[in-house]
């Protein structure tokens, strides 16, 4: 199992990692992106591994591998990512927003203070009862942050 988490600030020290660039040229061209040079660099740091990044940890990443990337279009990829269903928009902290790369419905740990946000093991959370659903609507996920702070 890996545990998806997101440690602010990122090390600077360490590379930006990388997937396949013919990998992530077929998974845009599936979504209906046109695989621009930056929207390829920004999914590859993305979908490397399953994690949580803000959009100002995407471009701190991409600098450190000398990839510049205007502020505007870092954000507007994020959210063409969302919209086309590779990338799932978190809002957890009112401050900032979080884009997870693990897109399957799955709940989190969120630790105030610290804004780690760490992912709930597959089959940690069990319901007995969920309520019935507005009329006319159907379920698409339950998804949950436990909002947690460490101990002193």
């Known amino acids: 199992m890996r545990v998806s988490v997101y440690s602010p600030p990122m090390d600077h020290a360490q590379p930006a990692p990388r997937v396949d660039r013919k990998h992530v040229h077929a998974l845009l061209a599936t979504h209906g992106i046109q695989p ?6 920004i999914a590859e740091l993305l979908f490397a591994q399953e994690q949580h990044l803000t959009a100002e940890q995407v471009i701190q990443a991409l600098g450190r591998d000398g990839t510049h ?76 942050v436990f909002r947690v702070r460490r101990k002193v």
């Not at 621009?36 to 660099?41: D, F, G, L, S």
């Not at 954000?75 to 990512?81: D, P, S």
């Not at 709940?107 to 946000?117: D, I, M, N, P, R």
Request: charged share 20%; proline share 10%; hydrophobic share 40%.
């Open 36 to 41: 621009t040079a930056q929207r390829v660099r």
């Open 69 to 144: 990337v205007s502020k505007a279009t870092v954000y507007n990829t994020l959210n063409l990512f969302a919209a086309k269903g590779l990338l799932k928009p978190l809002q957890v902290d009112p401050d900032r927003g979080l884009f997870d790369s693990n897109t399957v419905p799955h709940h989190h740990f969120y630790v105030e203070g610290t804004g780690e946000l760490i992912d709930v093991p597959p089959g940690a959370v069990q319901f007995a009862k969920l309520p019935v659903l507005p009329p006319g609507t159907e379920q698409v996920a339950v998804e949950v």
